[in-house]
């Protein structure tokens, strides 16, 4: 049976907050979507250190991050995966400096050309955001988030209408407390209510999705296999045995 592996990444420095809430929301949903084929993980910001890209493009050399530190680790889970979640508050109207560190390392690291071809690795990437204010930056860091997954060669899902456009979103009502989202969602509260539904949704689309990608890869493999673009991809089909076709 086609299995796939959906790495949940909280951009939250906190280890506890409503970034990892939803986050848990949406890989439940998941399991419960596709039951048995999927295998869910959370990673955590919290507690990481995740430095800047220093620019010295060594990476071009070593196929590796000069600076040693969370990232290597980060960077081999998010390689391992087939479909990637980031969840994360709005800082300052857009992506946190900590994610983005990561985002700009990896890019760096693996957008390297794979016989000529840029890579592509075909992950299904959903992106959930939420801050304490409403209209403040959410959907402009929804949009970052999925530049990146298109620059990466990988497949940016939504959820479903009316909650989902993007991904999914939310607002804590200015409340900067670590759970917010959840008790406003368990008052009843119409906007968590609506982020959670949001966030389900999301969840069961991408690992629907990462596993007809997962299938389609393994029936399209030797047209995949002439073309130098998709050696992370078919990587990843091998390493789970026998496949269909
Ligand atoms: C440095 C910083 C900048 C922030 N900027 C914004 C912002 O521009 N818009 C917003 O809605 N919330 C902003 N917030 C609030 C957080 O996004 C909000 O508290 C969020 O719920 C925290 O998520 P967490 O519980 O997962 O850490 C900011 C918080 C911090 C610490």
């Known amino acids: 049976m086609q299995t796939v592996k959906l790495l949940g990444i ?13 986050l848990e929301r949406v890989l439940a949903a998941a399991d419960a979507a596709a039951a048995g084929r999927v295998e869910t993980d959370l990673y955590s910001f919290a507690g990481k ?4 890209c220093v620019s010295c493009f060594r990476c071009e050399d070593l196929g590796d991050c000069a600076t040693r530190d969370d990232f290597q680790e980060l960077r081999d889970a998010w390689l391992a995966a087939d479909a990637i979640i980031y969840s994360v508050p709005v800082y300052h109207m857009g992506i946190p400096g900590q994610v983005k560190c990561f985002i700009d390392r990896l890019g760096n690291t693996l957008c390297v050309e794979e ?12 992106v959930v955001v939420q801050g304490d204010c409403i209209f403040s930056g959410q959907e402009q860091v929804m949009v970052a988030l999925i530049n990146h997954a298109v620059l990466m060669g990988c497949i940016p899902v939504a959820g479903d209408p009316w909650q989902s456009y993007l991904g999914a979103a939310g607002w804590t ?26 966030a389900e949704s999301l969840g069961k689309r991408v690992a629907q999705t990462a596993l007809l990608i997962k299938a389609g890869g393994a029936a399209c493999r030797d047209m995949l296999a002439a073309d130098g673009a998709y050696g992370l991809f078919l990587s990843r089909l091998q390493s789970r045995g026998p496949q269909p076709g």
Do not use: F
């Open 173 to 198: 009502r200015q409340d900067l407390g670590q759970d917010s989202l959840r008790d406003l969602y368990e008052s009843g509260e119409a906007d968590a209510k609506v982020a959670v539904a949001a």
């Open 10 to 22: 909280s951009g939250s420095p906190r280890k506890r907050g409503n970034s990892r809430y939803l």
């Open 115 to 126: 016989e000529g071809d840029i890579s592509k690795p075909l992950k299904v990437v959903g």
């Open 49 to 52: 250190k995740i430095g800047p």
